[in-house]
Protein backbone atom coordinates (compact mmCIF):
# COMPACT_ATOMS: atom_id res chain seq x y z
CA UNK A 1 0.00 0.00 0.00
CA UNK A 2 0.88 3.39 -0.60
CA UNK A 3 1.41 6.12 1.92
CA UNK A 4 -0.90 9.04 1.67
CA UNK A 5 0.87 12.32 1.11
CA UNK A 6 -0.08 15.39 3.16
CA UNK A 7 -1.41 18.08 1.11
CA UNK A 8 -0.28 20.75 3.93
CA UNK A 9 3.02 19.92 4.96
CA UNK A 10 4.35 21.87 8.71
CA UNK A 11 6.32 24.27 7.06
CA UNK A 12 3.48 25.47 5.24
CA UNK A 13 1.31 25.73 8.53
CA UNK A 14 4.01 27.36 10.66
CA UNK A 15 4.85 29.45 7.14
CA UNK A 16 0.85 30.94 7.49
CA UNK A 17 1.82 31.28 11.15
CA UNK A 18 4.21 33.33 10.76
CA UNK A 19 2.48 35.77 7.76
CA UNK A 20 -0.38 36.23 10.37
CA UNK A 21 1.82 37.52 13.00
CA UNK A 22 3.80 39.27 10.74
CA UNK A 23 0.25 40.94 9.32
CA UNK A 24 -0.39 41.55 12.34
CA UNK A 25 2.22 43.62 13.29
CA UNK A 26 2.05 45.90 10.07
CA UNK A 27 -1.75 46.87 11.16
CA UNK A 28 -0.10 47.94 14.30
CA UNK A 29 2.88 49.79 12.64
CA UNK A 30 0.57 51.09 10.40
CA UNK A 31 -1.97 53.07 12.95
CA UNK A 32 1.05 54.10 14.50
CA UNK A 33 2.60 55.74 11.83
CA UNK A 34 -0.98 57.30 11.22
CA UNK A 35 -1.49 58.53 14.82
CA UNK A 36 2.29 59.93 14.76
CA UNK A 37 1.56 62.15 11.12
CA UNK A 38 -1.75 63.57 13.14
CA UNK A 39 0.19 64.91 16.33
CA UNK A 40 3.31 65.96 13.78
CA UNK A 41 0.63 68.30 12.16
CA UNK A 42 -0.78 69.37 15.32
CA UNK A 43 2.33 70.23 16.68
CA UNK A 44 3.32 71.98 13.35
CA UNK A 45 -0.01 73.87 13.77
CA UNK A 46 1.09 74.74 17.60
CA UNK A 47 4.80 76.06 16.58
CA UNK A 48 3.14 78.11 13.33
CA UNK A 49 0.68 79.73 15.81
CA UNK A 50 3.41 80.13 18.53
CA UNK A 51 5.56 82.10 15.74
CA UNK A 52 2.66 84.07 15.00
CA UNK A 53 2.24 84.79 18.75
CA UNK A 54 5.85 85.99 18.85
CA UNK A 55 6.15 88.38 16.11
CA UNK A 56 2.91 90.34 17.24
CA UNK A 57 4.68 91.01 20.68
CA UNK A 58 7.85 92.27 18.90
CA UNK A 59 6.10 94.28 16.88
CA UNK A 60 4.14 95.78 19.15
CA UNK A 61 7.20 95.93 21.19
CA UNK A 62 8.85 97.98 18.51
CA UNK A 63 5.87 100.14 18.38
CA UNK A 64 6.06 100.77 22.16
CA UNK A 65 9.82 101.56 21.60
CA UNK A 66 9.31 103.80 19.05
CA UNK A 67 6.50 106.29 21.10
CA UNK A 68 8.84 106.18 24.11
CA UNK A 69 11.82 107.05 21.94
CA UNK A 70 9.32 109.73 20.39
CA UNK A 71 8.21 111.10 23.46
CA UNK A 72 12.10 111.16 25.50
CA UNK A 73 12.90 113.09 22.70
CA UNK A 74 10.23 115.52 22.52
CA UNK A 75 10.29 116.23 26.32
Same mark, same amino acid.
Do not use: P
Given at each position: MRKKHKTISNTSVRLSAHEKL? &???????????????AEVKDLRGDMNKGKGVIYFVLFLGTI &?? &?? &?? %? %??FKS
Open positions: C &AERMVTLIKSIDELR &AT &AL &AS %F %FQ
